[in-house]
């Protein structure tokens, strides 16, 4: 009998409640003359009610105490500044206390920009702002998170799918070495849409950063990390970050990564971590007025976990002094086994326009890879030193296109793979230093012309460097090469119009008798020929130290006229080393006379000879060649008639059926 009346109890207790809530809680608007700028006394508003709830709305029109705060936890739907609010608010989440909006966001009309502050004290309590579910952080609205001389930071958040639209992000640096500065975080799938972020230097490790989690997005954000500076005592200055984890994305965002201020400081810097990705974003990495710690003094943008590059472009300008360090884009740490991608990025690494100067540069570390990305170095100016590409441990060069000009350089002498660095491509006129390794060009297919020297040495020395080609493409070397190692033509074309020291092989494992060697120039080694080569540049004259062609292999002579300069040259310093096939090729419609006679071999000396020649006979089978061997020279000359050339289908047939007949007759003689 009393269950009914403990149930009615407290039904009656909750109601009261209710309504005792209902009476504190309500939207309503900021009054002109509030007597103090505490939010939570219900005085301060019209009606007398505290805007404290998922569906309650704050206004804020004109008023004498613009300077508002928050001393208990509070949750709002929306606030709004309307066309009367003429004298700028400040709003500060106190220290241990929380402002969420979680409704509509914020929405100003005022024409005037407002403020909101995150605040921190000495004990380590923090303010903090969240948005949750798509509330928004509305237009002309300033959010300053401080920092403190603890290990706590004034935080303003995103969740769900909020968004900081239009707003700006002030994150101020920590103040002591150890301190944390101001941060802006986005969780879920909250975006940064459209605001404006300015991540401030602070003392030692105490940077203040925006950071991404989760699937969260930097929408069309713009991202300005400050470089550090010094300061009294020798502690440093860590610069500004942003910093993308999980999932995250940099999406179409711009990010200006500044350099140090001072000696001993850390450039501001855009890091990506986990398996996050930098989308379509631009990076700019500038230059620091000094050395900084660990060499890190300019911009950078860091690639670790499994992070990717995607789309984005990089940046990456030079020091503007002298003892300076130039903004860098580094993929990897050393040790970690990090393998982040450089995706299908474009990173232009700009050289210096001041004497002594250094250039931007890129650097792949560890397991990273450059994959299909686009890799400029620049060359400087007035003494300055250029743009920079290193690869160094076990890093991978995947399909990249290098671009090299000036004295921008590509440097692999601090790779240490078994089998050497493979790229895409390389083109210009700048220099690669290839330590001790070999480099493997032509994996993107391209056709690319490289009129600066390949070399060994480079900033970890070595020599013995190595050059393979691969692919479909054309690599044309019109520089002076010096790398002393062997040239390997496994695939596609490799034009030598300038000169290489090493002794050549084409197509080494008779698997792709495609692999040309083609040459306007000289090669100072000796050449192995077991797939084509084709003197000259249709035509011209290649100069080789010594000559072996292998049988299978082919010599293709272009011929297109019979004056000296229309017809290519195969110019032998020493031994000719004859095999394989013959090609004469008649180019642009000449057919000669009979009696025309063509020299397109010099030797010093001879062994062997050719196998045999393609087209032996021509001119509709009124005309053959014939092949000369002289003590120092080889003459091909037309001749008349037509030769028979042997059917090795047929020949072959009569073979099989000899052997046939032998293997009859063997089974009809009486066993022993």
Known sequence: MNRPTHITGVIGVLILMLCIHASFAGSATWKRNARSGDWNTKTNWRPATLPDGSSDAATFGLSNTTNVSISANTEINGITFTAAATNRYTITADPGFTLTISGVGITNNSGTTQNFVTAVDGAGNLGRI???????????????????????????AFFNTSSAANGTFINKGGTTFGSQGGITVFYDSSTAANANFINSAGTGTGTSATLFFNTSTAGNGFFT??????????????????IFFNTSTAANGTFVNNGATASGGFGGATVFDDSSTAGNGMFINKGGAASGV??????????????????????????????????????????????????????????????????????FKDASTADAATLIANGGTNGGGGGAIFFEGKSTGGTSRVEVFGNGFLDI??????????????????????GSNNLTVGSND???????????????????????KIGSGTLTLSGTNTYTGATIIKGGVLQVDGSITSNTFVDPS????????????????????????????????????????????????????????????????????LNGRLDPVLQNGFVP???????????????????????????????HWAITYQPTFVVLTAEAGRVNVPDHSSTLLLLTLSLLGLVGVQAKLPRS
């Not at 969240?130 to 706590?152: C, M, Q």
């Not at 990390?225 to 942003?242: A, C, D, H, L, Y």
């Not at 010599?555 to 080393?577: C, E, H, K, R, Y």
């Not at 006379?593 to 030797?603: A, Q």
């Open 510 to 577: 008779g698997s792709n008798h495609s692999a040309t060697l083609t040459s306007t120039g000289t090669i100072h080694g000796s050449v192995t020929n077991n797939g084509t080569v084709s003197p000259g540049d249709a035509p011209g004259t290649l100069t080789v130290n010594s000559y072996t062609q292998m049988s299978g292999s082919t010599l293709l002579i272009d011929i297109a006229g019979p004056n000296a300069g229309q017809f290519s040259v195969l110019d032998v310093l020493g031994t000719a080393n």
């Open 593 to 623: 006379l009979v009696g025309e006679s063509f020299t397109f071999m010099d030797y010093e000396s001879v062994l062997g000879a050719f196998a045999s020649i393609k087209n032996l006979n021509f001119n509709n089978n009124t005309e």
């Open 294 to 363: 660990a060499a890190l003094g300019g911009g950078a943008t860091f690639f670790f976990g499994t992070s990717t590059a995607a789309n984005g472009t990089f940046i990456n300008n030079a020091a503007p002094a002298s003892g300076a360090e130039g903004g860098v884009t580094e993929f990897g740490l050393d040790f970690l086994n990090f393998s982040p991608s450089a995706g299908s990025g474009t990173f232009i690494n700009n050289g210096a326009t001041v004497s002594g100067a250094v250039g931007g540069k890129t650097v």
């Open 413 to 434: 002498s601090g790779h240490s793979g078994h089998v050497g660095l493979t790229i895409g491509s390389i083109e210009g006129d700048g220099d690669a230093f290839l």
């Open 225 to 242: 990390n400050n470089g550090g500076g010094s300061v009294t005592g020798g502690e440093f200055k860590e610069g500004g970050q942003t």
């Open 130 to 156: 969240f948005f949750t579910n798509s509330a928004t952080a509305g237009s002309s609205i300033i959010f300053t998170n401080n920092s403190s001389a603890s290990e706590r930071e004034g935080e303003t």
């Open 446 to 468: 391209l056709s690319t012309v490289f009129s600066g020297v390949l070399r060994d040495g480079g900033q970890n020395g070595g020599t013995g460097s190595s050059l393979t």
